[in-house]
């Protein structure tokens, strides 16, 4: 097994393109371990619906990344304080949903450091009953990659007000996080270390001890490869938000022109239907406001310049352009 320096890169979209990038494109015969940091990010499951999982307007305030990944699984936030492994291996047919045979060596390091871990669950790793690790897997059908978080001294205040969903009266198909109780690793240890010790600690584990394990630095060539693959893919909103499951949203709420209840149908991250209900009066005719959102992005930049140039008021009576938009696409 080789382990792959990523030069301390603490992007988000970078890492998890180059993780990525090695699983199709490093050699096939060898096994390689890779180990990122990322800056405070959300990181979406493959299955997901982005806007079910994220407190959005918390995220654009505080500029938290949200980045959708390769593999299944829940969300999950991610900090200067949690260490990320990815084992890269063949797919034998058997390893696929295996993640005892993964999660076993890092669960023996971790006893080793004093922390009694164990595996619980299907995929999660435990300290007394609270979760440390989450793991998941992605395969492409000869390769495959086994990878997790490490919550080492993540900042849990944090990862509540992230995750902590605004928009209700979603329904769709993605698959929805289970939150569980979470703690860190560094609470667990007996003797205070630095992220730094911790993972050279984990890295001399693995490696059964041996100081001589081969590292793989990345050539000028393949990291050019690894940062197009970011900016066709990982830095796209099509990805990251776009490519979320159908769904659909109801909205409403009471102004002093009246009720106004929305109906919100996604596909493909654009909206594709979109229906206007209420005991409002206006001037201009609800149709034409529902007709002129059809195929905008679901996003509040693109919803907000699309009603630019429309007067609001002209359709629903007095009210400014900004409620709407918030109705349309904001905190309940």
Not at 95 to 106: A, D, G, H
Not at 142 to 150: D, P, V, Y
Not at 179 to 191: C, G, Q, T, W, Y
Request: with cysteine; hydrophobic share 35%; proline share 2%.
């Amino acid at each position: 097994m080789i382990f792959i320096d990523n030069e301390g890169c603490t992007d988000p979209k970078l890492n998890l393109a180059l993780e990525e990038y090695a699983l199709r494109n490093f050699d096939a015969s060898t096994d390689y371990l890779l180990f990122y940091i990322n800056a405070p990010s959300i990181i979406i499951g493959r299955n997901q619906n982005t806007i079910e999982e994220i407190n959005q307007e918390y995220i654009d305030k505080n500029d938290i990344k949200v980045v959708r990944r390769i593999s299944g699984g829940g969300a999950v936030y991610h900090d200067l304080g949690n260490l990320n492994f990815s084992f890269i291996t063949n797919h034998d047919g058997k390893s696929i949903s295996n993640f005892k045979k993964f999660t076993e060596p890092v669960i023996r390091v971790l006893n080793e450091l004093g922390v009694h871990a164990e595996l619980k669950g299907r995929n999660d790793i435990l300290v007394d009953e609270k979760k440390i690790s989450g793991t998941a897997q992605f395969s492409t059908g000869k390769r495959m990659i086994s990878h997790g978080t490490l919550l080492f001294d993540t900042d849990m205040s944090e990862v509540g007000k992230a995750l902590q969903v605004k928009m209700s009266k979603i329904q769709s198909k993605g698959h929805k996080s289970v939150r569980s109780r979470v703690a860190n690793i560094s609470k667990f240890l007996k003797e205070p270390i630095t992220m730094d010790h911790f993972k050279k600690q984990l890295l001399t584990g693995l490696y059964e001890a041996k100081e001589d394990f081969e590292i793989h630095k990345l050539t000028e060539a393949e990291w050019k490869a690894v940062k197009e693959l970011k900016a066709t893919k990982y830095d796209l909103w099509d990805w990251n938000f776009g490519n979320s499951p159908k769904f659909n949203i109801q909205r409403n709420k009471r102004f002093p022109i009246g009720e106004i209840d929305v109906r919100i149908f996604v596909e493909k991250g654009h909206i594709s239907d979109f229906k206007i209900f209420g005991d409002f009066f206006g001037r201009q005719p609800i149709a034409n406001l529902e007709k002129l959102l059809i195929g905008v992005p679901y996003n509040k930049n693109e919803i907000t310049n699309k009603l630019r140039h429309i007067t609001i008021a002209d359709y629903f009576g007095k009210l400014e352009n900004s409620d709407f938009t918030a109705l349309v696409y904001g905190n309940d």
